[in-house]
């Protein structure tokens, strides 16, 4: 068994997850784990699940490095979509980006707006368009 890297841990989860790359919260990665896995503890992960959330971390962190000089690094698919959800953030008077992450939580269940897939980005326009409309008319 020379040569065979050992098993991932739970501090190998937490080393990613608090990457200068990723920067999660314990909340964030919590809410990844569960999403990812379905599990509420990171203590409940056995070693297969521990080694699906470090695979997915790393590739989410890989993902952050290759896109360290592009304007809106995450899903590729999104970025026209990501970049009118600025302009409406913008519209409605919201300076910090964690407004519009925290509507993308409560409407989605992911944490950053970054990690939205085609539709779910086509949805938070619609909401985004809608609050704009609303603040227009009052």
């Excluded at 068994?1 to 739970?10: E, N, S």
């Amino acid at each position: 068994m020379a040569g065979r890297k050992p098993a991932p841990t739970l501090k190998t989860v937490w080393g990613l997850a608090k990457s200068p790359e990723l920067q999660l919260t314990s909340e964030e990665l919590h809410l990844l784990v569960a999403g990812y896995i379905g599990k509420d503890s990171l203590k409940e992960l056995n070693g297969r699940e521990i080694r699906l959330v470090v695979q997915e971390l790393q590739r989410r962190k890989d993902n952050v490095k290759r896109q360290a000089g592009e304007a809106f690094p995450g899903n590729a698919v999104t970025v026209r979509q990501r970049k009118k959800i600025t302009q409406l953030a913008e519209a409605l008077g919201w300076k910090e980006e964690k407004r519009v992450n925290g509507l993308a939580q409560k409407m989605f269940g992911v944490a950053r707006v970054e990690w939205l897939d085609y539709q779910q980005c086509s949805k938070l326009i619609e909401a985004l368009k809608a609050m704009v409309r609303r603040q227009e008319e009052e």
